[in-house]
């Protein structure tokens, strides 16, 4: 069977996403849509160069517009939205009309729990909601799943990832590739993790730890940041004792950010400045954003780690897995965009096919199993694992 599909936006994450579902969705019509109908064209025609085909067509639509981004989606078996989160409930609601699955990029887990709440109405329409795909929240909570499955009794799951340059440039030694406001969004409030079975929150850039990776990426530091776990701590509430998620960067980055979060950088109320009505963010966006963006190509560097430990047989068990993908220099799409990207376009690819049921899914629950390791395998990702058991535990 063959799938018609929608993305909307043809950013980074879109046009990656309408690659993957034209490489490994059975597609015979991807719909690219944009504000910018040029930058979907271009979007397009960078897909269908490299797989040689004619299947994604680049047109331009405004997604707040609900008069024209129903008539959009229909005929649609599956909707990825890669725009900003705060567009994401209106098109939740237009793909339901629509009779199209949808899943997003998400980024704002109110909003995630918001549109769950429309799972009665999915459910009513046939089709299936999955919102907050991507490298993370997505693919790393898949992955603590994934690691808990190895296990007969489950009790505590850790997550750490992250993006980073593969050649880092002092003083910064970071790259900024998404929207500078999403970074500091993850740096800024709390995060939600669970400890003693229960959501609890946890203040963001606190609790740094060092892990060691192979070389030459070498130690890094991983701290608590905002969003990562999506609605994972109520989905596993009871059923973990403890589950968190932790951002990794080369060492000194939190120094610096905590430098910036004390100086009230991160906030975004206005404040008088030399006479003047501010914004700090925007100012720190202003002077800070620039250092941090590359120029093409980015040679980044994405990195997954989870480990899941309890009980296996009797006897105290863990089970670790990681996972690191860079730039591709064939497609010339990033880590960052392949895991984000892409991730949304498996969840979309399994929804269109009917492998999700109807109604609302929540993303850590969305790819698991066999499923998972197929379609890890499709995209020649490889996770190494490491299970270790004490059997004087017993």
């Known amino acids: 069977m063959k799938y018609k599909y929608a993305v909307l936006g043809a950013g980074r994450q879109g046009v990656a996403a309408a690659y993957d579902l034209a490489r490994l969705g059975e597609a015979n019509e991807i719909r690219l849509f944009d504000l910018d109908a040029d930058a979907a064209m271009r979007g397009a025609l960078k897909v269908n160069e490299l797989l040689h085909t004619q299947v994604v067509k680049g047109m331009g639509l405004d997604v707040t517009d609900p008069s024209t981004l129903v008539p959009a989606l229909r005929g649609v ?7 900003p989160y705060e567009f994401n409930i209106n098109i939740t609601e237009a793909a339901i009309e629509a009779r199209s699955n949808i899943c997003d990029l998400g980024g704002h887990t109110d909003t995630v729990r918001r ?30 799943v994934r690691a808990m499955d190895y296990l007969d009794e489950p009790e505590d799951v850790y997550i750490w990832d992250g993006g980073l340059p593969q050649n ?27 400890r003693g079975g229960q959501p609890t929150p946890v203040a963001c850039l606190t609790e740094i730890e060092t892990l060691e990776f192979p070389q030459p990426l070498g130690m890094m ?21 403890r589950l968190e998620n932790k951002t990794l960067r080369y060492p000194g980055h939190w120094e610096q950010f905590i430098a910036f979060q004390s100086l009230g950088l991160f906030e ?7 006479g003047q009505n501010m914004v700090p963010r925007e100012l720190l966006k202003a002077l800070l954003a620039p250092s941090l963006t590359p120029e093409p190509p980015v040679y980044d560097v994405c990195l997954i780690r989870t480990q899941a430990t309890g009980r296996h047989n009797g006897s105290h068990a863990s089970c670790t897995l990681d996972f690191l993908e860079t730039y591709d220099i064939e497609t010339g799409f990033t880590a960052m965009e392949q895991l984000t990207g892409w991730h949304a376009s498996i969840i979309a690819i399994i929804a269109a096919q009917g492998h999700l049921p109807h109604g609302a899914v929540p993303v850590e629950l969305a790819l698991r ?3 998972f390791d197929r379609e890890i395998t499709r995209r020649g990702w490889e996770i190494k694992r490491e299970i270790f058991t004490n059997p004087a535990s017993a």
């Not at 078996?77 to 725009?83: C, G, P």
């Not at 880092?168 to 669970?194: M, R, S």
């Not at 608590?224 to 004792?241: C, D, E, H, Y």
């Open 77 to 83: 078996h599956s909707t990825i939205s890669a725009v």
């Open 221 to 241: 530091e991983a701290s608590v940041t905002s969003g990562g776990l999506s609605t994972a701590p109520w989905t596993f509430q009871n059923k973990l004792r």
């Open 268 to 274: 975004t109320g206005e404040k008088e400045i030399a």
């Open 115 to 144: 549109q769950l709440s429309l799972g009665d109405q999915a459910k009513a329409a046939g089709v299936t909601i999955t919102p907050d795909c991507g490298m993370g929240p997505g693919l790393n909570i898949n992955m603590g």
């Open 168 to 194: 880092p440039q002092p003083p910064w030694n970071y790259w900024l590739t998404f929207n500078f406001n999403g970074l500091i969004n993850e740096y800024h409030g709390d995060a939600w993790f669970i």
């Open 369 to 371: 199993g066999k499923t």
